[in-house]
C-alpha cells in the first residue's frame, strides 16, 4: 500500500520561496504519476502541478506556472515542489497524490489521483 507524507510547509513572507517534499512509503514512487494539488479556505481543492510516470515530463496550472518547479527525487523516493515567488493567493494546505500509469504517461485532474497525504499548511503572510 502506497503511503505519502508532506513536508516543508511554514510561514513565508510575500516573495519568500518554500521546498516541499512528498516522501511515499512501501513502493517506488518513481513507478507513478504524481501531482500537487491545493485547497484554499473555503475554496475546492485545485490541481497545481504533476510529473509523469518515470519520466521528466511535467504540466503546470497557469497560477503556478514560472514561479513553482515539480522534480522528483529519487534518492529519497520522492517527488518535490519548488515554489518560489510566493503571494498570499498561495496559502492553502498543500497535497501531494499518486496514481499508477503507464510509462510516461501524466494526469493533472484531481479526479485521477488514488493515492493521497495528509497535507501541510503554507501560510503567505507579511
Known amino acids: 500500500q502506497l503511503q505519502l507524507a508532506e513536508s516543508g510547509g511554514g510561514l513565508v513572507h510575500p516573495g519568500g520561496s518554500l521546498r516541499l517534499s512528498c516522501v511515499a512509503r512501501?513502493?517506488?514512487?518513481?513507478?507513478?504519476?504524481v501531482g500537487w494539488f491545493r485547497q484554499a479556505p473555503g475554496k475546492e481543492r485545485e490541481e497545481i502541478a504533476c510529473?509523469?510516470?518515470?519520466?521528466?515530463?511535467?504540466v503546470y496550472t497557469k497560477a503556478v506556472k514560472g514561479r513553482f518547479t515539480i522534480g522528483r527525487d529519487n534518492a529519497n523516493n520522492a517527488v518535490f515542489l519548488q515554489m518560489n515567488s510566493l503571494t498570499p493567493e498561495d496559502t492553502a494546505v498543500y497535497y501531494c497524490?499518486?496514481?499508477?500509469?503507464?510509462?510516461?504517461?501524466?494526469?493533472?485532474?484531481?479526479?485521477?489521483?488514488?493515492?493521497w497525504g495528509q497535507g501541510t499548511q503554507v501560510t503567505v503572510s507579511a
Open positions: 497524490a499518486a496514481v499508477s500509469l503507464s510509462a510516461d504517461s501524466i494526469v493533472i485532474a484531481t479526479t485521477a489521483y488514488k493515492y
Open positions: 510529473i509523469a510516470t518515470g519520466h521528466e515530463e511535467t
Open positions: 512501501g513502493v517506488t514512487l518513481n513507478s507513478y504519476a
